[in-house]
């Protein structure tokens, strides 16, 4: 079993719809959690952190964490083209200050 | 948070030769990170580097391959030694802060 796991995707969305990217990690002493976008020929950008259950919103940008299901997703409203890029997962492990990435989700909005 | 210089930004290398790449923070940090990222692939840890200690390696990374230096909170660099073609990846320094972590703008490297 994979540390951390992603759909790779492609995952597609039409312009203006919401996307929701999924991410299940095995770290049950996983106490952050890191969404990152990257796009192609580019380094990660943090774009959400969350530390506990529930959501957490900012801008179009939700997270939700359910640490009993060892689940984390990331909802993008009103999806834009400029929102086609790879996004990538990374809970900390542990108490370590280590992230460890998933595979990434790569996301294509269709105008 | 903080601001990552890591250069160089591309390189070229022949097959069993070394590289040093470089990464300069704008404030001081405790840990710093290098991850390697494969074509196609995500990012893979291969060391964590705390000032005034040896480099933590991951499974997989040996410090003969991948020797780090950490001279002071604000610097870091990673040498690539003994290069063979499957060595060609984009590295990244990462360094953690508040919130979440940095990343340096990546060195892409061809080994020939």
């Known amino acids: 079993q994979k540390e951390v796991e992603q759909n790779s995707g492609p995952l597609s969305v039409p312009e203006g719809a919401i996307a929701s990217l999924n991410c299940t990690y095995s770290?049950?002493?996983?106490?952050?959690f890191f969404w990152y976008r990257q796009y192609s020929g580019k380094s990660p950008e943090l774009i959400m952190f969350?530390?506990?259950?529930g959501d957490k919103e900012d801008g179009r940008f939700t997270a939700q964490l359910n640490k009993a299901s060892q689940y984390v997703s990331l909802l993008i409203r009103d999806s834009q083209p400029s929102d086609s890029a790879t996004y990538l997962c990374?809970?900390?492990?542990?108490?370590?200050?280590?992230?460890?990435f998933g595979q990434g989700t790569t996301l294509q909005v269709k105008p | 948070s903080a601001v990552i210089s890591q250069k160089p930004s591309r390189d070229i290398c022949q097959r069993g030769t070394s590289l040093t790449i470089q990464c300069q923070v704008d404030?001081?940090?405790?840990?710093m990170f290098w991850y390697r990222q494969q074509p196609g692939q995500s990012l893979t840890l291969i060391a964590t580097?705390?000032?005034?200690?040896?480099?933590?390696?991951e499974s997989g990374f040996v410090i003969d391959k991948f020797p780090i230096s950490r001279p002071n909170l604000t610097f870091s660099t990673l040498t690539v030694s003994n290069m063979s073609p499957e060595d060609s990846s984009i590295y990244l320094c990462?360094?953690?802060?508040?919130?979440?972590?940095?990343f340096g703008s990546g060195t892409r490297l061809t080994v020939v």
């Open positions: 990462s360094v953690s802060g508040a919130p979440g972590y940095t």
């Open positions: 770290d049950r002493g996983s106490q952050s």
């Open positions: 969350i530390y506990s259950n």
């Open positions: 990374a809970p900390g492990k542990g108490n370590t200050g280590k992230l460890i």
């Open positions: 404030s001081q940090v405790t840990m």
């Open positions: 580097a705390n000032q005034g200690s040896e480099a933590t390696y």
